[in-house]
């Protein structure tokens, strides 16, 4: 089940925070920038049995108020691999794109080929550009975004 937080909750902000850096280490989000994110962001999680196995992040870009950024995604370790992920954001950018977003935003290692091909394979999503050194030295992103449309026309 996919839900949006939409109250801070003490034991799920801690949840949520270990999956981040499950999945991310030290660039995982901590506390005080999940707190912030719940509140003025779009956080989504995926429960199963009613723990929190996942989470997706989202801001809107202030510049385009049409795009938002997706922040990050992370999935528990084991379970990992069943699709958890890629259901994950399929439900969260269709809510989305009905929420008048135009084009969803996002960066990614070029190094992670298995996100690289969810995200443009799977999903849509097209590189538009490369950012160097964009989490510091040798921390090159990928600049990956969606269009509505480009997702329009993908069958799930």
């Keep these: 089940m996919i839900e949006l937080v939409r109250t801070l909750q003490p034991e799920l902000v801690t949840r949520l925070v270990q999956l981040d850096k499950e999945a991310f280490d030290e660039g995982g989000?901590?506390?005080?920038?999940?707190?912030p994110m719940i509140r003025h962001g779009r956080v989504y999680i995926y429960k199963r049995n009613k723990k929190v196995i996942g989470s997706i992040q989202y801001l809107l870009d202030w510049e385009n108020p049409s795009k938002a950024y997706m922040y990050g995604v992370?999935?528990?370790?084991?379970f990992?691999?069943?699709?958890?992920?890629?259901e994950l954001l399929i439900e969260t950018l269709k809510t989305l794109f009905r929420e008048n977003i135009k084009e969803v935003e996002l960066t990614v290692d070029p190094n992670n080929a298995r996100a690289v091909k969810i995200y443009e394979s799977k999903l849509g999503f097209?590189?538009?550009?490369?950012?160097q050194n964009e989490y510091g030295?040798?921390?090159?992103?990928?600049?990956?975004?969606?269009?509505?449309?480009?997702?329009?026309?993908?069958?799930?």
């Design 29 to 35: 989000m901590n506390e005080w920038h999940l707190v």
């Design 74 to 78: 992370s999935i528990a370790q084991e």
């Design 80 to 86: 990992r691999g069943q699709g958890i992920g890629s």
């Design 126 to 131: 097209k590189v538009t550009d490369t950012r």
């Design 137 to 156: 030295e040798g921390e090159n992103r990928l600049v990956m975004i969606l269009s509505v449309a480009d997702f329009a026309n993908k069958e799930f």
